[in-house]
């Protein structure tokens, strides 16, 4: 081997440095057509991308979040400043959703419960077979005759009285308030996000901010998209934030500056642009403060700036190679592999010390440009090599990993270092030749240097004194150790988006605003048929309410907010139809209803279209189904629920809201058990869970990768060295540094 391989290097070194322009010129050609292919590049901000893609647990978790998650959402909001009322933040709500529905790639936009739009109709029509069998009893008591007199008197008294006008209004379309006996079991959410219903608008209970929700056209990978979203809601916030300003100026008559809410965004739009902005940031300060630290190091050491064009050129010949690799290979950078390019500053410019320190050391001890070179490149391209490929297969052992992100990362760096050997193998030579063998004034030895930073006399008195370098090295070994032991593993998805990313940082500012919960639990139902998947999940509630119960969770959500299960329907159905005659006469309650109304001095035909409605209300045919909901345009309510995939196979998701903090790392196992069945089509699913997969997975993963980089790098050695003892001295230094290296982060 020895042979082959210093024929082969002095081969390259031959050619290099007689043939010097052709090699600059294929290089040349090489960094075109890489440019040209890394430019087309992209960048992908989603961090579900770096995870497993073939496991089930993790699959489950990403498809929950692209179907039903609250990834597609813009989030705005809308902050009072010191002095402004409700009123104002209120009237400015209104205002800024009004201006955001006329952008073109916004679907819709909510920010207040709208009692004349589609559900509120279709739940005022059928809001009898919303009401739960088991308040029966309380609906049939509201229909007695003292009940229906007292209830009129009080309706007359909050609506000449202070009330709000949400209140005001579902008096005047529900005077029997049928609707508060369903209202909180269909309007309350429970748990996604605690506002103030009182007021109507999505209004934090310190009544200080107001989220606004826009829905937009396409979904927040697509960061092209993203950019064009933002600059048009930029712009109607600062249209409209302007002409609410000069609004109050003029009211307040040049008292005082006038002055809109504060207006900030969140979801996932936000967090998909800035993850996208933050990886090219990266990426470009990174790479450029490691070229700029290597190149100050190499004037530092070398004191020439030909030594600079000899480490930086062959480094970025390298860079260029891989981008185009990458482009080949991968197509996309993301914010695992942003970092390659400064890895490779790092490893790659190895290889140029350790043979121009060569050269320069022949140089200065007499050898013509001639020797030196192929001294170089005849005996330290050895070690060179060996390097290059130890370190190139460390690497792709991290290509047995499920771990996209990683495994994207193991590739590029390890074929980035090989590269970087190839473009050093032939370029310092070349550059060498070309730059030192022309004719000078001067010798050109007597510009060389070579700055050892005292490593020469550290090494020196480490072979004076074995035995306390030996002793105090162990001792090291175990203390940090203690620590490397100790190392603990975020499995946590999110720590994987930079803390910087204002989209999330604004998610939890809404979170503790508003007690939203944006990573809910999920339980995810599969069928062919609608009817096979709302009966599963019908028993996944029933499932459901013995935790909620016993306090594991607060509360869940289902299609069934809005749809009553159909065996509940029946039951209120059956029931209204027995009492016909009885406690819900239509006759009887109409006729003592506008008796009471006229003594209590209501104007004539106030409630006629009510009564009217009355016979329809009280006697519903038949139970509601999702074809009703969908009939009613309440699409975007199904939606949230129940979807239907390309090949016709229906899904539905029941959002569970855990009742303990420590279920946001660690799932309850009782409820995973519960409801944890795939071969019935019934999922649970939730970034607790998928966490918890991911330690497990990397767990193993790493310790595949470190065996079989363990092995690569021993056989490697071994085939260089032809000495066991110098392979396991070569192993134990590694594995020593590592060491120390865990127990510093520790």
Known sequence: MPGVKQGLFLRIEDLARRRYRLVFLVTAALCLLSLLLGRHLTLDGDVLNLVPRENRVINTFREALEDFGSLDYLLLLVEARKGQTVDELQEFADLLAARLQAVPDIQYVEHKIDTSGP??????????????PARLDDLQARFTDPAIRAQVQENFRQLTGPSSFIVKQLLEEDPFQVSSLVFKEVLRSKGPLKVDLSSGYYLSKDGGALLI???????????????????????????????????LEEQAAGAGEGRAPGVD??????????????????????????FIVILALYYFCYRRFGAILYSSVPLMVGQMLTLATAYIF?????????????????????????????????RTRGRSLEEALRLMMGVSAFGVFTGAITSAGTFYAMCVTEYKGLRDFGFLVGTGILFCLVAILFLLPAMIAWNEGRVRRKDVTKKLY????????????????????????????LGLGYYAWNVEFTSNVQDLRSPKNRGIMMQETIARKFEASFTPMMVLCRGKDLDGVMEKNREANRLLDRFVEDGT???????????????DQEQVIRALRAGRDGAFDVERIERTFRSALNDSGFRAGTYDPYLKALPAILRPERPLAVSDLEAAGLERFIGRYIRQDEGGRYKSVTYLFPARPEAKRTAPPALVKALDHPSQGIEITGVNIASAELKRIFSRDAWRAVI??????????????????????????????????????R
């Open 265 to 290: 965004y969140g979801g996932g739009y936000i967090i998909a642009l800035d993850d996208s902005e933050l990886i090219m940031q990266d990426m470009l300060r990174n790479g450029t403060l490691s």
């Open 450 to 477: 070579l700055h050892s930073f005292g490593v020469e006399r550290v090494m020196a008195w480490s072979t004076r004194h074995p035995a306390p370098v030996l002793a105090g090295s162990a001792l090291l070994t």
């Open 330 to 362: 991968l197509r996309h950078l993301n914010s695992a592999t942003t970092g390659f390019t400064a890895m490779l500053m790092g490893l790659g410019t190895d290889f140029t010390i350790v043979m121009y320190a060569r050269y320069v050391e022949e």
């Open 213 to 247: 929700i826009a829905k937009p056209v396409k979904p927040a990978q697509d960061t092209a998209f993203d950019k064009r979203l933002m600059e048009q809601v930029r712009r109607a916030v600062a249209e409209v934030s302007e002409s609410f300003a000069a609004d």
């Open 553 to 567: 969770l607060r509360g869940y959500e289902s299609i069934f907010n809005y749809l009553p299960p159909r065996q």
């Open 708 to 745: 079989l980089g363990l092995i690569l790098v021993t056989i490697l050695l071994w085939l260089d060295f032809r000495s066991l003892w110098l392979t396991a001295l070569a192993n134990i230094q590694l594995l020593v540094g590592v060491v120390w290296m865990l127990g510093c982060m």
């Open 119 to 132: 559900f509120f109709s279709f739940f005022r029509t059928n809001q009898i077979l919303f009401l739960p």
